[in-house]
């Protein structure tokens, strides 16, 4: 039996990882508030976090 991948909005995922940012819940609840693995929302969370430097570069030079 083959399991079938869950896609998620890319508005869900930024969402989501605003509310991690804002530390006014856990990590673990949130991914039990939109029944995520939490393990997927700290994915999103070093995605965000690591792409943060490209959108403050000089994209001129």
């Given at each position: ?21 804002k ?10 508030d ?28």
């Amino acid at each position: 039996m083959s399991s079938v991948r869950k896609h998620y909005s890319t508005d869900l995922k930024v969402k989501i990882v605003l509310e991690i940012l804002k530390e006014e819940k856990s990590v673990t609840q949130l991914a039990s508030d939109h029944k995520i693995h939490y393990s997927q929302l700290l994915k999103w969370k070093k995605q965000a976090v690591e792409g943060l430097p490209d959108l403050f570069s000089d994209s001129r030079t």
